[in-house]
């Protein structure tokens, strides 16, 4: 496949998803974007997914970041954002150190993870800004994270994306040293306030994340199911013998999935639905409701990797050859569940709450 071969998104598609409006369904209106209801952004990259995994990721990495395009003043997001013509990418996690210097910023790091880089007109790296003897903090004391928008052009790409699934992600590493970043491009998702109305933008910012991450992975299980059901109407081991869709065995498996698949994917819309109102009617969203969001993306990504496995199984010896598309649906699924928004510390941090415990959750 073109897209595994190249680790990168071929530029006829990356220019189809620009012109349809996948890269900017989280952009403010007014700067050309969609500016669409989770709910909807979960449909749309379900449905990407289950083409290609790689697809739907870079959707959703170049969507969530429009975000910042509500927290930027309207100068410089009307630069960056380009009437919704601009792809920007990056990572929230502060691999890099920043010091306020006259001008703004200046940004020195290295960040893993950096997906479509290869097709980014805008990339943004986290940064812990130095303040004294440490670094500065939000209310609570806990260590504020500053994103620095960089133009493409001036970080070093770091070619490391080899690896085991969604390949065609493109996700090297970026590195920057010394780099001054104007202090109206730097977005602090903690201490700053979005500058733009609207319901999405009182959305909690670390469950959409995880809502676009479980949405590729549903994307992928479904696809996986198609793949097998595909397979298994003519696949017969050996002449003669009953094919893989007759052998009740299949039947079963295919149901499980299904149910699991279907439960986990209604628990996401659920409550994607309901913090969504209750962002609508201009309240703040509580733990209760944020924990909703992150519970439900980790259960169904997770489950989208045990359905795709299952399939991986379902097909026998077929499965592990490159032309099989389910080895692929195994391996997109599996990376998918490595990501911090979905990994299993959410667990713990929603089992402390549900416990009553006390629990920071500043990123919930």
Request: hydrophobic content about 45%; overall charge negative; some cysteine.
């Amino acid at each position: 496949m073109q897209i595994e071969r190249e680790r990168a998104l071929p530029a006829e598609l990356v220019q189809e998803l620009r012109d349809g409006g996948q890269f900017g369904m989280c952009l403010p209106r007014s700067l050309g974007g969609g500016e669409v209801e989770p709910a909807e952004m979960v449909r749309t990259l379900e449905t990407l997914a289950q083409g290609d995994g790689a697809s739907a990721w870079c959707a959703m990495i170049a969507s969530t970041s429009g975000l910042l395009g509500a927290y930027l003043p309207t100068e410089q997001a009307e630069l960056i954002f380009d009437g919704g013509r601009s792809i920007v990418g990056g990572v929230f996690a502060p691999r890099g150190r920043a010091s306020r210097v006259e001008g703004g910023y200046l940004v020195s790091g290295r960040w893993s993870f950096v997906s479509g880089i290869g097709h980014s007109d805008w990339v943004l790296g986290g940064c812990l800004v130095e303040q004294g003897d440490g670094f500065e903090t939000i209310a609570g004391g806990g260590p504020d994270v500053r994103l620095m928008l960089m133009p493409r052009a001036s970080v070093e790409v770091i070619d490391t994306w080899s690896v085991a699934g969604l390949c065609g992600t493109g996700s090297h590493d970026i590195s920057v040293e010394a780099q001054l970043v104007p202090p109206d491009r730097a977005v602090s998702l903690f201490s700053d306030r979005p500058r733009v109305d609207g319901a999405l933008y009182a959305f909690p910012i670390f469950g959409l994340l995880a809502l676009g991450i479980c949405a590729v992975a549903l994307g992928i299980a479904r696809g996986a199911i198609e793949d097998l059901v595909e397979l298994a109407s003519g696949k017969r081991p050996a002449p003669g013998a009953r094919s893989l869709a007759e052998r009740a065995t299949i039947q079963a498996e295919v149901a499980r999935a299904e149910a699991k698949l279907r439960a986990a994917r209604a628990l996401v819309l659920e409550e994607a639905h309901a913090a969504f109102e209750a962002a609508r009617a201009g309240g703040q969203l509580s733990d209760g409701d944020r924990l909703g969001l992150r519970l439900a993306a980790t259960h169904a990504t997770r489950t989208a990797a045990e359905v795709a496995g299952a399939m991986y199984q379902a097909g026998g010896g077929s499965s592990i050859y490159d032309s099989s598309p389910l080895q692929r649906r195994f391996r997109d699924a599996n990376v998918a569940t490595q990501h911090m928004m979905v990994a299993p510390a959410t667990f713990e941090l929603a089992g402390r709450l549900l416990l009553g415990l006390p629990t920071d959750t500043s990123q919930l």
